[in-house]
């Protein structure tokens, strides 16, 4: 799977495949034709309440891949996460790192291909965040 480039559509065929789900189920289930779930197979991007019918149909989350891109590759911004109160200002930073995003940065390490610094440094992620990850391998 490839985080940076999502193919939503071959992402789904994959866990249909691996869950046998029959055809007639999904044409069901999602209202659509044969030709219109196949279609979705081929579409890199699908209508979000499409891809939530997917997600119950599948029992998987596959909105946390997109998530897992926002954090991997849309650097954290102060400027959106700001506000403004009396005594000063409250800066929210919720950083949902998914246990998919810890096994991507993790095998970058581990196969040699980025170094932690490399990985701090492209990513944005705190020093220590990364130090405890590294201790639990």
């Known amino acids: ?15 249909v495949t691996e869950q046998q789900i029959s055809m007639e189920r999904i044409t069901n289930f999602l209202g659509k034709t044969d030709r219109e779930v196949e279609s979705m197979f081929h579409a890199k991007s699908i209508d979000t309440d499409i891809l939530l019918k997917w997600c119950k149909l599948l029992k998987f989350d596959f909105f946390r891949l997109y998530t897992g891109h926002l954090i991997l590759y849309a650097p954290y911004s102060r400027t959106g996460n700001t506000i403004k109160q009396k005594k000063g200002t409250i800066v929210f930073r919720k950083s949902i790192y998914t246990q998919e995003v810890k096994n991507f940065i993790l095998e970058k390490i581990e196969t040699g291909a980025m170094s932690a610094n490399e990985v701090i440094a492209r990513y944005k992620i705190p020093k220590t965040t990364l130090h405890k990850w590294l201790k639990k391998i």
Do not use: D, F
């Open 1 to 15: 799977m490839n985080i940076k480039n999502i193919h939503i559509g071959s992402l789904i065929q994959s866990k």
